[in-house]
C-alpha cells in the first residue's frame, strides 16, 4: 500500500513537527527530556509474522502503476507488494526467516539477498544456484540473518537490467541482536534508484520526497543504498559534514585513524553507505541534501534544480522545525512546490517573474542578504 502524497503535504508535515516542538516547550521543564526511541523514517516495511522459529515475509513480484510524483501521472513499474521500493525487510542478526517469494510476472524471476553471506542455494541467482522462479510460482528462501548488522538490500536476479530497471528491489536492515542501535534520534533509508529516466529517492522524485525534519543537535543516521542499475550519485548535503559508519553493512572502525568525514558521499550501484550527521547547521533553517549528478536532479522533460525551476530528481530538504523563521522556511518551500506543480516554470516565461514573486513574499520574515543569521 503506497502511502498518498497530497498537495502541501510539505505544509502538513511541517507544521505537525512545528506543533510537536511547540507542545515539548509548553510542557516545561523540557529540558533534560529524555528523547524517544530512534524514530524510522523510509519505505513501508514489510509485515512479519511467525512460523515455528521463523520470521516469515511474503512478496510478490508484479506490474503495476505507481506515481512518481503526485502530481503526475502513474505509469507501470515492477516491483514488489505493489510499492516502490519494496517493503523493507527489517531483522535482527541471528534470526532465522523465511521468504515466501510469489513471481505474478509474465517471465521468470528469482531474489538475491544482496550483501547478506547466505548458504549458495539461497543466494537467488537464477540458472546458477536455484531453477527459475516461474509465472505463477512460489519458491521459499530460508536462511539464518548473519550476524553483521547493518544496511543491505535485495534484487531480482533474471534479467536484471530490465528487472532491476523498472524497480524490483528493496532496502533490508539487520539490527544487532540484542536490538541496541546507536541510539541515533532520527534513522532515515534514503533508497537511491532510476527508473524510465525518473531519479527517484525512496520511489519519489522531488517535490514529492518527504523532508526530513530535524532540530539542533539532533544526530541522525542516513542508510544510503543505490539500487541503480547504472548511476552512481554523488550525494551532497548543504551546510553540512556527514561521517561515513558504515559501508556494505560492514562498521567503519577507528582504527586509529579518523572515520571519513566529508560533504559528498558517492555511492556506486549496488553499494551501501551508512552516515551519522550531527544537525548543527549554522542558524538552523533549510538546507538540501541531493544529488550532484545534475541531471539526476531534473524531471525526464530536462530541467534542473533550481529551487524556483525544480522539476524532479533526487533532493531531499532538510529543515529545522526550532528555526525561528521555520514558518517562513515552510512557507516559502510550498510556494515553490505549488508553482512548479502548475506544471513546471519556463524561464523567460512571465511564470518565472510571478513565482519568484510569490516565493519573495512567502520569505519576507527570513534573513536579509548580508544579516548574520541567528544561531
Ligand atoms: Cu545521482
Known amino acids: 500500500m503506497k502511502r498518498r502524497w497530497i498537495a502541501g503535504s510539505w505544509l502538513v508535515i511541517a507544521l505537525a513537527a512545528f506543533a510537536a516542538v511547540s507542545l515539548t516547550v509548553n510542557r516545561g521543564g523540557g529540558a533534560g527530556t529524555a528523547d524517544a526511541a530512534t524514530q524510522y523514517f523510509g519505505p513501508k516495511e514489510a509485515d512479519v509474522t511467525q512460523e515455528e522459529d521463523y520470521k516469515v515475509v511474503h512478496l510478490t513480484s508484479s506490474k503495476f502503476m505507481w506515481q512518481f510524483r503526485d502530481d503526475q501521472e502513474p505509469v507501470e513499474v515492477w516491483g514488489y507488494n505493489n510499492q516502490i521500493p519494496g517493503p523493507t525487510l527489517h531483522f535482527r542478526a541471528g534470526d532465522k526467516v523465511r521468504i515466501y517469494y510469489r513471481n505474478d510476472l509474465d517471465e521468470a524471476s528469482t531474489v538475491h539477498w544482496h550483501g547478506l553471506i547466505v548458504p549458495?542455494?539461497?543466494?537467488?541467482?537464477?540458472?546458477?544456484?536455484?531453477?527459475?522462479?516461474?509465472?505463477?510460482e512460489t519458491f521459499v528462501y530460508e536462511f539464518d540473518i548473519p550476524n553483521t548488522p547493518g544496511t543491505f538490500m535485495y534484487h531480482a536476479h533474471m534479467n536484471d537490467m530490465e528487472q532491476m530497471g523498472n524497480g524490483l528491489a528493496g532496502a533490508?536492515?539487520?539490527?544487532?541482536?540484542?536490538?541496541?542501535?546507536?541510539?541515533?534520534?532520527?534513522?532515515?533509508?534514503?533508497?537511491?534508484?532510476t527508473i524510465k529516466g525518473h531519479f527517484?529517492?525512496?520511489?519519489?522524485e522531488f517535490p514529492s520526497i518527504e523532508p526530513y525534519i530535524v532540530k539542533k543537535g539532533d544526530e541522525i543516521r542516513v542508510r544510503m543504498i543505490n539500487v541503480g542499475p547504472v548511476d552512481l550519485h554523488p550525494m551532497h548535503f548543504h551546510g553540512h559534514f556527514v561521517r561515513e559508519i558504515s559501508r556494505d553493512g560492514t562498521a567503519i572502525?577507528?582504527?586509529?585513524g579518523v572515520a571519513r568525514v566529508e560533504n559528498t558521499v558517492l555511492?556506486?550501484?549496488?553499494?551501501?553507505?551508512?552516515?551519522?550527521?550531527?544537525?548543527?547547521a549554522p542558524g538552523k533553517g533549510a538546507w538540501l541534501f541531493h544529488c550532484h549528478v545534475i541531471s539526476h536532479v531534473m524531471g525526464p522533460d530536462g530541467k534542473s534544480l533550481n529551487i524556483a525551476l525544480a522539476n524532479g530528481g533526487m533532493v531531499v530538504p532538510v529543515a529545522y522545525s526550532d528555526s525561528d523563521n521555520f514558518q517562513d522556511i515552510v512557507a516559502a518551500l510550498t510556494a515553490?512546490?505549488?508553482?512548479?506543480?502548475?506544471?513546471?516554470?519556463?524561464?523567460?516565461?512571465g511564470d518565472l517573474t510571478g513565482a519568484?514573486?510569490?516565493?519573495?513574499?512567502?520569505?519576507?520574515?527570513?534573513?536579509?542578504?548580508?544579516?548574520?543569521?541567528?544561531?
Open 120 to 136: 549458495n542455494s539461497m543466494d537467488g541467482v537464477g540458472l546458477l544456484t536455484q531453477p527459475p522462479v516461474m509465472p505463477g
Open 172 to 193: 533490508f536492515l539487520v539490527d544487532p541482536r540484542d536490538g541496541g542501535d546507536g541510539g541515533y534520534d532520527q534513522d532515515h533509508v534514503m533508497y537511491m534508484q
Open 200 to 204: 527517484l529517492i525512496n520511489g519519489k
Open 253 to 256: 572502525r577507528g582504527g586509529g
Open 267 to 280: 555511492v556506486a550501484p549496488g553499494q551501501t553507505i551508512d552516515v551519522a550527521v550531527k544537525m548543527e
Open 336 to 349: 515553490a512546490v505549488e508553482s512548479l506543480k502548475k506544471g513546471g516554470i519556463r524561464p523567460g516565461s
Open 356 to 375: 519568484i514573486q510569490e516565493m519573495n513574499s512567502s520569505m519576507a520574515g527570513m534573513p536579509a542578504a548580508g544579516t548574520p543569521a541567528a544561531q
